[in-house]
């Protein structure tokens, strides 16, 4: 049977610090310091372009949006409430979900205006539905928002 020894009990294990006085090794210590950092930030993140460094996905996984969110408006008064088709707008991508944090609402009122997004150069280029004419400015002034 083990006896019981005190040592044991209560053995501590202190760290002892070394100081070396040679410059020699002190200049290597920090030359290698040094070339390791520099091999890190040029070799793998400049040059090499680590960051970039991507792994394909194993399995598959399906997401799903939920829920409304409110915005509330800055300089006018009220909120907005969207729904999740909105809030994920342009809908899913392939392997990525795309959640909008911030999101431009334009006030529009369909009237007749110029289009600048009907370039013309004569009143047949303007829609005819619309009875569109060509400005001098070298848009359609038609219908549209």
């Known amino acids: 049977m083990d006896t019981w020894d ?13 100081n070396i006085q040679d410059p020699i090794l002190g200049l290597v210590n920090s030359c290698v310091q040094i070339g390791v950092i520099a091999y890190i930030i040029f070799g793998i993140f ?15 996984i399906a997401t ?4 409304d969110a409110v915005a509330n408006s800055i300089g006018k008064p ?18 990525n ?3 909008a944090t911030r999101q431009k609402v334009m006030r ?7 289009d600048f997004q009907m370039p ?4 047949n280029d303007c829609t005819r539905k619309k009875n569109g004419t060509c400005t001098g400015k070298g848009f359609c002034y038609e219908t549209s928002w």
């Open 6 to 18: 005190v040592d044991k009990v209560f053995y501590y294990d202190t760290r002892a610090e070394v």
């Open 78 to 95: 009220g909120k907005r409430y969207f729904t999740a088709e909105e809030i994920t707008y342009p809908g899913l991508e392939n392997g």
């Open 108 to 114: 529009q009122q369909r009237g007749i205006c110029e």
């Open 120 to 123: 013309c150069t004569s009143d």
């Open 97 to 99: 979900v795309f959640v």
């Open 46 to 60: 400049i040059s090499g372009q680590g960051y970039l460094d991507f792994e394909q996905a194993r399995g598959a």
């Open 64 to 67: 799903h949006v939920r829920g």
